[in-house]
């Protein structure tokens, strides 16, 4: 009897068990892919967070810097030769020549372009290329963004908006962008917003 038993361990296993086995398999398997799936999307999402972060600050330092050295070509005139929601161009000395160049900034599509006009002459009234450089700034631009991008005040206490072509009367802007980055299937966005006041112009608000 006791060799018989011995003899009916060593049959193997049944199907019932194979079965089982193979299904605990699978459900391993599929735990591990999920949890790989997982970690692999919080590394795109956290790439492409760094990535919107990044781009965003920088194209924001740029604008801020450079209207913040924004300057009047005419007394009283004001910096700004477009006031867009999406586009604007003012005057500023960003090569600090002492002459000023006619700066633009707009939104096309995904794209943040700057333009540049230098001056054909050293002394005022100054002239203006009609050959602009341009560039992209910033590529990541959320495309399903639509909203302004500038906002003009005056130095009123509160301020209020300052509405085109009222140029001499703007004292301070708010820029708001929205930038959006995918990495596989992860995307994300950034929205960076700054208030920047105009140091040449009455600026008494803060």
Known sequence: ?????????????????????TMLMGMVLSLVFMMMGAVTKMADGM???????DDGRHAMDRMTRELRQAMEVSDG????????TRQCTFYAD??????????SYRVSTNNLIRSV???????????????????VVMSTVDPTWTGALFAYYNNADPPALVASPNYGDVSAVSVKLVNAV???RSTYAVTQQTWIKIRSVHNTID
Not at 4 to 17: M, N, Y
Not at 47 to 53: H, I, L, P, W
Not at 117 to 133: E, I, M, W
């Open 1 to 21: 009897m006791m060799f018989r038993s011995l003899i009916r361990r060593d049959e193997g296993t049944t199907l019932t068990e194979l079965l089982v086995v």
């Open 47 to 53: 790439e492409a967070r760094t990535v919107a972060t």
């Open 77 to 84: 005139a004001g910096v700004f030769t477009v006031m867009g």
């Open 94 to 103: 960003v090569n600090q020549d002492g002459r000023p160049e006619r700066i």
């Open 117 to 135: 006009t230098d001056p054909t002459n050293a002394v005022p009234p100054y002239t203006f290329s009609t050959t602009p450089s341009t560039e």
């Open 182 to 184: 995918t990495v596989n």
